[in-house]
């Protein structure tokens, strides 16, 4: 469901030439589950004025209150797959927001065009390490339900990385405050949206741009 951030930014700010370079654009974030999607999606919605929107909560919305889970159990991966895809497609027809995406989602060509032509991508990029911590005290989370829950994520990694990195911004996701992986997004929206901006040419070591 669609959240809003209780107040506006002040103009003139960051937040405000990034919002009025968006236009009708949104921000979708991609990358793998425990990457941070929708923890710093709110975040980087309330500090930019606009709706943040989950894809995995609006596809269970979708399906009567299903869990993600249960519509794997129930009626496998490329159901699902097709359904997030058209959920996807709904939210950034839907005007300006901050869009957390599920982790497969963005491997779907027809997903990944849809997003270049109506939002700016971020991928929250996360090692093995930090998605193991924030992943293993949940137990809903399909594609880890495996013997070698380590190997699967290493082994999506290598498959996934690859297109994840055709995003428009690449953010490191690790462990340091929330607020400080916002800044960054902040810094590298602004970087590559905005004339008079700074460089579009890494400002930490948590931020690289897509040329």
Partial sequence: MSETAASAP????????????????????????????STIGR??????????LDADIEIEVAHAGMTIPEIFATHGEPYFRDGEARVIARLLDSGP??????????????????????AVSI???????????RVKRRADR??????DPVATVSR??????????????????????HDRIVDECIDALRARLCAGGPSAQPTTDGISVTP
């Fill in 43 to 52: 975040r980087l919605a309330a500090r930019l004025g606009l709706r943040f």
């Fill in 156 to 177: 999506l990694l290598e498959a996934r990385e690859p297109v994840y990195r055709t995003a428009d911004l690449t953010i490191a996701s690790r462990d340091v405050p």
């Fill in 10 to 37: 002040t103009s003139p700010t960051q937040e405000a030439d990034i919002t009025s370079a968006l236009g009708r654009r949104s921000l979708v974030l991609v990358g793998m589950m425990g990457a941070g999607k």
């Fill in 97 to 118: 927001a901050v869009i957390a995406t599920g982790g497969g989602a963005f491997m779907r060509e027809e997903t990944r065009n849809r997003i270049r032509d109506k």
């Fill in 123 to 133: 991928w929250l990029k996360a090692d093995v390490d930090v998605i193991m911590k």
């Fill in 142 to 147: 399909p594609l880890l339900q495996t013997e």
